[in-house]
C-alpha cells in the first residue's frame, strides 16, 4: 500500500478529530490529530490548511510530507554521557536524578511555537529512565487506580492495549488524566514541560536528544506507519539517549507534561490543553522530532501517538 493509500485508509476510518496540535506547519498533510488547538489564534494562524482553532481537523500525513527547518545530516553528533550524579544509588529504581540547573529552553530557528528561546533554571528532580509500559500501566488498572487505556473502534489498530506481544511497549492512547493517575498511583507526577526539554537537551543546546545527527532508526522509533509497526519496544535505542541517559524521548510516543500549552511569551493563557513532548513512532520530518518540539492536547485525548514518563521531586 501506498503512502498516500495508508493516509485515506486512516481518513476513512474516521482517524481525523480535533485536531492533535502535534503541528508540521511546513507539511504537505499535516500527520496529527484529535487533540484540540486552544492555545490561541495568534499561534494557530501559522498552521497548516486543515488545523483551525478550537475545532480544527486535521489529516495524518503520508510518510513523506514535506520540508520543515532543514536539518544536516553532516553534523557531528554531540557526545552523549550520564554522569556518576545522574545515575547515582539515591535515585529511585528506574529513574535518574536530573540535577538543578539553568538552560536555554525553545529555540528562534525553529517553528514559531518553539520561540522565543529563553532561560529557565529547574530544580532538581528525578525522571523514569523508559516510557511507562502497558505492562505496568495494566497493573494500576488491575488496582484499581487507573482507567482503562482506550480508544474508540476506528483508533485501536495501533493501540497497545491488551495486546501479549505489546507488554514492554509504551503504554498509549490515554489521556492526560489517565497519565497523571498512573503516575500518582507509582508516587510520581507528571513532568513540567521545562523538566522534559532540560532532561532532553541537558547544557549544550542541542537539537536532539543524542546530538545534532540527523535521525536514523539506531537512535529513535520513528517512520513506522507505512508498513504498519506501530511502536517499538521501550529503551531498544541506546544510542539516541539523551545526556543523562534517558531512553525514547524523541520517537516511539510524545509524552504527556503538567505544563498547560500557552505560547512562551503568555504563560498564562486560559486552555485546558497541555503540552505533549517527544514525537512519535510515526513522525518522519526531523523537524518534527526535535528536543524543542511542542505539541499538545485536549485532556481527554487517547491517540495511538501519545503515552507517559513520570517525573518526581529531587533532592533539595
Known sequence: MGALEVVGARIARGRTSACFAAI????????????????????????????????????????????????????????????????????????VLIPAGSFRMGRD?????????????????????????????????????????????????FCNGGKADRRNHPVNCIGFKSAGAY?????????????????????????????????????????????KLGTCEVGKHDKGNSPFGVHDMAGNVSEWTSTPYCRYDDPQCKTEAHVARGGSWDYTNPANLTATGRTSGDPDNEKDLVGVRCAKDGPK
Not at 131 to 146: F, H, N, P
Request: proline content about 7%; glycine content about 10%.
Open 24 to 95: 508540521d506547519g511546513w507539511a504537505a498533510m499535516m500527520r496529527f490529530e484529535s487533540i484540540r488547538t486552544t492555545a490561541g489564534v495568534g499561534l494557530l494562524s501559522m498552521v497548516a490548511a486543515g488545523c483551525s482553532s478550537g475545532a480544527g481537523e486535521a489529516k495524518r500525513a503520508s510518510p513523506s510530507a514535506g520540508p520543515g527547518p532543514a536539518v544536516s545530516a553532516s553534523v557531528a553528533p554531540v557526545a552523549t554521557s550520564v554522569g556518576s550524579a545522574a545515575r547515582g544509588a539515591s535515585a529511585p529504581s528506574g529513574m
Open 109 to 157: 530557528d525553529g517553528k514559531p511555537w518553539e520561540a522565543p528561546a529563553h532561560e529557565v533554571n529547574v530544580e532538581a528532580f528525578y525522571l523514569d529512565v523508559n516510557e511507562v509500559t502497558l505492562d505496568e500501566y495494566e497493573a494500576c488498572v488491575r488496582a484499581g487506580k487507573c482507567p482503562n487505556a482506550r480508544a474508540s473502534a476506528n483508533d485501536k489498530e
Open 183 to 227: 503516575c500518582a498511583s507509582v508516587g510520581k507526577r507528571l513532568p513540567t514541560e521545562a523538566e522534559w526539554e532540560r532532561a532532553a537537551r541537558g547544557d549544550d543546546g542541542r537539537l536532539f536528544p543524542w546530538g545534532n545527527e540527523k535521525p536514523n532508526q539506531d537512535l529513535l522509533c520513528f517512520a513506522r506507519l507505512q508498513e
